[in-house]
């Protein structure tokens, strides 16, 4: 439920019940609703789960204002090269700018042999309105960079957001990532980057 304006809970909107229905699919309670991005023009909201079963996770474009699902998608997570039957998990989401259908996904993974380890993807949604309801549309990550503690000598962290944004001017992007340490000491002294 939300609350509005006046103090009362509204009922959850279809949008929430896929959401809690998302948070049951995963172990720990902790691969629930992960990431979300304004896109169709700020019509819609994209959201994604952070693992919904085993090897995939769930995705929605719901309206903006009421909640309304309006799409819904299935998505593959990338495998994580070298570890046999693990996959990345969805960390973050970003709309890309300029595009009304295109949206940045952060995968990211860890385990103690590897460290940290991400894959930024781009994901192209259909176009508003397209889409049928009764079968999810399959979404298919393309690959834009990876890095990865091991492989490239990247000092990386527990990235859990990525945004999109373009530069002035020249119609060039800049990609922020933000990391979660957890304020571990082991991840550098505790510092959140």
Not at 9 to 17: I, K, W
Request: charged share 20%.
């Amino acid at each position: 439920s939300a609350a509005d304006p006046g103090g009362a809970m509204a009922p959850l909107t279809a949008l929430g019940v896929e959401l809690q229905r998302c948070r049951s699919g995963g172990d720990h309670g902790n691969r629930g609703p992960e990431a979300a991005a304004v896109v169709h023009g700020g019509a819609d909201v994209f959201v994604i789960c952070e693992q919904s079963a085993e090897r995939s996770t769930s995705a929605w474009a719901a309206d903006a204002g009421t909640g309304e699902i309006r799409m819904a998608f299935t998505m593959d997570l990338p495998q994580v090269e070298g570890a046999s039957g693990d996959v990345y998990r969805v960390a973050g989401a970003s709309a890309v700018p300029g595009s009304h259908t295109d949206v940045l996904v952060l995968f990211a993974y860890w385990a103690p042999g590897t460290g940290n380890r991400i894959k930024l993807s781009r994901v192209r949604l259909p176009a508003a309105g397209s889409a049928a309801l009764d079968a999810p549309a399959v979404l298919r990550p393309a690959p834009v960079v990876e890095l990865s503690s091991v492989a490239g000598g990247y000092p990386m962290d527990n990235y859990e957001a990525v945004v999109a944004q373009p530069l002035p001017g020249d119609g060039r992007r800049v990609v922020h990532l933000v990391s979660d340490d957890n304020f571990q000491r082991w991840a550098g002294g505790g510092n959140q980057r």
